[in-house]
């Protein structure tokens, strides 16, 4: 049996591939970006109570809940796009990891129930509880990215479908892909600066030099740190994939090149305490990793799928329904945080 043997037949999509492309890659920079403070925010939060410096701990308590929500939410949109172009390789690796992927749902359910529990309880709760509790969520966090990493990169590997038939109990994990470790570590650390610079925006917003100082420094030192990280993901890759972005495929090669600067402000605006500057090109530079990892994801694949030979049924009102609703929900979605941002300020 051959790994092609295993691949699903595509789905006809509504429209041209390139517009659930544009979404994917937009909507996955808002999800990670979101993600990555929470993440980074919440083991700031652990590791400031750990150091009895409760200040930022308890103002990241109260925020804590609402990214997580905010989270949930947007990684919506970027799931049901990628399983439009690529449901053919998305669904059987979440079949063949079953077992653990059904059970991100509990987990995250604890962990926001946990995040809660941190927000609502800390007050009453003794110092060792919330260090305890804030672990806890951590390594929750932990086993859903985790999971994640590796559904994202059994979906690239037909080839180990086979093992199906070796453990067909829906147990299947990537761990033998060399890439799994240092994709996974290259989230990490970049939760690390997100959620630094996170907790220096709050530091802006309340005018507390504190804030934005320690912000900054785990924003700096985790940029950097997250650039050998990056390395090592780029030369764990399959040789004739890395090359792509080492000069053989001239936009893939102009977008990392194009990130590695925008790394560069990063860490100069770190270093400056310039708050709007580094936020803004965070952005920037998630969004040319975002694309990086669809052009990656898109090699991966090229031996079975090509993206451009997806049937196309024409069918527009779908999509223009979605980005009315988009536009709506952004709009919602401000007026609500500013209501919060408000009600946090009072």
Request: hydrophobic share 55%; aromatic share 14%.
């Amino acid at each position: 049996m051959t790994p092609e043997s295993l691949i699903p037949a595509m789905e006809v999509i509504p429209v041209a591939p390139v517009w659930p492309e544009i979404f994917l890659v937009l909507t996955f920079t808002i999800h990670i970006l979101l993600m990555n403070a929470l993440f980074g925010g919440t083991v700031i939060a652990m590791v400031r109570g750990i150091k009895g410096q409760g200040e930022i701990s308890r103002n990241l308590s109260r925020k804590l809940p609402t990214i997580l929500a905010l989270t949930i939410n947007a990684g919506v949109p970027p799931l049901l796009f990628l399983q439009t172009l690529y449901g053919n390789f998305d669904y059987p690796a979440s079949v063949l990891m079953g077992v653990y992927w059904l059970a991100i749902i509990g987990v995250l359910l604890l962990a926001y129930y946990g995040l809660y529990w941190y927000d609502f309880r800390y007050s009453s709760m003794s110092k060792g509880r919330r260090k305890a509790l804030l672990a806890l969520v951590i390594l929750m966090m932990v086993y859903i990215s985790f999971m994640f990493t590796n559904n994202m990169t059994l979906m690239l590997h037909p080839e180990h479908w086979l093992e199906y038939f070796i453990n067909p109990d829906g147990t299947m994990l990537n761990l033998g892909d060399m890439t799994v470790l240092p994709r996974y570590l290259h989230f990490f650390t970049a939760s690390m600066a997100v959620g630094g610079l996170f907790v220096a925006l709050i530091g802006k917003s309340v005018k507390d030099p504190v804030f934005i100082r320690h912000g900054m420094s785990w924003f700096v030192r985790a940029t950097i740190i997250n650039l050998a990280v990056g390395t090592w993901f780029l030369i764990s890759l399959p040789p004739q994939i890395m090359l792509k972005f080492m000069g053989e495929d001239l936009m893939s090669t102009a977008t990392l090149m194009s990130a590695l600067v925008f790394v560069g402000v990063l860490i100069y605006a770190g270093f400056k305490h310039n708050t709007k500057l580094a936020a803004a090109t965070t952005v920037l530079t998630v969004f040319l990793m975002s694309l990086t990892r669809h052009q990656l994801r898109n090699y991966y694949l090229e031996p079975y799928f090509s993206i451009d030979n997806l049937p196309v049924s024409g069918q527009w009102s779908p999509m223009i329904m979605f980005a009315g609703f988009v536009v709506v929900g952004i709009v919602a979605v401000t007026y609500m945080v500013r209501l919060w941002l408000k009600a946090e300020r009072s």
